[in-house]
């Protein structure tokens, strides 16, 4: 499977609007040099080195509740594992709210639930994205039954595919507490992180969600506390974590409306 990508100061700028309109957007892409961007590479590393007895080749990004930043998250992350040379694919599991098309700039026709229903081939989901390394399969028309789907075995063999043709697989699941759709996928990654927006996040509803990831017997890799401020500046801080594992990123003044 080959795949050809041309980088055009036109295509450029088209990501840069579009991915602003998702809080932060994809920030180490526009920005890769800033301290938002050097926060989400921070996250790589401490995912490599939660992981360092075990190679990791799929990853599970979610949350407890809907608009709490996953979606941000785990297209950040991917970037910058991208950014190290490392041939990433990053797949929009959400089916019923899916953003990585409209973060990304790609088509949706043809995505990860035209694959699953058999109206699409493994190499026609899969799209180049204008960064190099980094690859999306999108989720495809919303189909009326996705936990049916993300639930089958098509998908448990194209998760196999995929981490056979990708060094890592990063999988953006709908929230944990609203559908069951993580716990199927989770179940089947190497890795889930827990994405926790702060001062917004029901901690009741977080240990649900974790609660609920553990009856799967998810590999539960630490949580991201995200949306962490700095009461003296107001700006972005790093210092903050939740559950031991990873720092903050970036504060309040993002508007993110993304899962």
Do not use: C
């Amino acid at each position: 499977m080959a795949f050809s990508l041309f980088k055009t100061k036109k295509q450029k700028q088209k990501l840069d609007n579009t991915s602003l309109k998702y809080g932060i957007g994809l920030v180490t892409y526009t920005d890769p040099k800033g301290q938002v961007s050097e926060q989400f590479k921070t996250v790589r590393t401490n995912i490599q080195f939660s992981a360092i007895d075990k190679k990791m080749k799929s990853l599970l990004f979610t949350s407890s509740d809907p608009s709490e930043g996953k979606s941000t998250v785990s297209n950040n992350v991917a970037v910058t594992w991208a950014d190290q040379g490392s041939r990433v694919i990053l797949v929009d599991a959400d089916l019923r709210r899916p953003t990585v098309h409209k973060t990304f700039g790609v088509s949706n026709r043809k995505g990860l639930s035209s694959y699953l229903l058999g109206n699409a081939t493994f190499e026609e989901i899969i799209q180049p994205t204008v960064i190099e390394n980094l690859y999306v399969i999108t989720s495809g028309p919303v189909p009326p039954n996705p936990s049916e789907l993300l639930g089958s075995m098509r998908t448990q063999d194209l998760i196999v595919r995929l981490t056979d043709k990708f060094d890592l697989l990063i999988l953006d699941a709908p929230p944990v507490n609203t559908v069951t759709d993580a716990q199927v996928l989770a179940a089947r990654a190497d890795g889930t992180i827990l994405v926790v927006p702060q001062g917004i996040a029901d901690k009741g509803g977080v240990r649900h969600a974790k609660e609920a990831l553990e009856t799967v017997n998810a590999n539960i890799l630490g949580a991201i506390m995200n949306r962490v401020t700095e009461q003296k500046s107001g700006g972005y801080y790093g210092g903050s974590y939740y559950g031991g594992y990873y720092g903050g990123y970036y504060g309040t003044e993002d508007k993110d409306k993304e899962d």
